[in-house]
Structure formats: C-alpha cells, structure tokens
C-alpha cells in the first residue's frame, strides 16, 4: 500500500521560506511522476510542480522561480522548497504520487491515485 506521508508547514510572514517534504513508499526504480499540490478554502486543487523518474521538473505559472521541487529516492522523499512566499501562496499543501509519466502543464489532480493528507501553510503580509 502506497503510503505519503506531509511535513513542514507552517506559519510564515511574506517573502519568507519554508521547505516541505513528502516520506512515501513510491517504488523508484520504475516509471513514475510526483507532484505537490495545493487548496485554498473555496477554490480548485491547484497543481503547483512534478518531477519524474529522471528529475526532470515542471511548475505552475504562479510559482516558478520562487519553488523548486526535488526529491532524495535513497530517503524515499520529496521535497518543496519554498522561497519568496506571498500571502497567495497561503493553503494546505499535498503530495501526489502516479505510476506513469508526467503529463505536463497543467498540472491535473486526475493525473494521479496516490495524495497525502496534507500540509497546512500559512503565509502573513
């Protein structure tokens, strides 16, 4: 069973940083896609970076260049590091895992069968 598994939000004030991780169970020696998700209250699940099976990397419009997705397959996790954070960036934060591809811009919560019980950021102006 495929486990994922948040830590790291927080409460933080504007252009501050903060760095989340994601403990899976993923198996990394086949084709796979992970991704960090995030939801406000009352709006859409919005896709925010993937990376895949070789590391390579995509991101939403909105983050790009203040976060950077990674990830450590020897310690099983992933990584957001976020820097510059704004007010907007305020939301619960997920991991989602896919055996299979990534499939691009946009990112699409339907693309993937695996989320984490998420990690609650907070950022204040």
């Known amino acids: 069973q495929v486990q994922l598994v948040e830590s790291g939000g927080g409460s933080v004030q504007s252009r501050g940083s903060l760095r989340l991780s994601c403990a899976h169970s993923?198996?990394?020696?086949?084709?796979?896609?992970m991704a960090w998700f995030r939801q406000a209250p009352g709006k859409e699940r919005e896709g925010v970076a993937t990376?895949?099976?070789?590391?390579?990397?995509s991101y939403a419009d909105s983050v790009k260049g203040r976060f950077t997705i990674s990830q450590d397959n020897a310690k099983n996790t992933l990584y957001l590091q976020m820097n510059s954070l704004k007010p907007e960036d305020t939301a619960m934060y997920y991991c989602?895992?896919?055996?299979?591809?990534?499939?691009?811009?946009?990112?699409?919560?339907?693309?993937?069968?695996?989320w984490g019980q998420g990690t609650q950021v907070t950022v204040s102006s």
């Open positions: 993923i198996y990394t020696y086949g084709r796979y896609c």
């Open positions: 989602a895992a896919a055996y299979d591809y990534c499939s691009g811009s946009p990112i699409m919560p339907r693309d993937f069968g695996y």
């Open positions: 990376i895949d099976t070789d590391g390579s990397t």
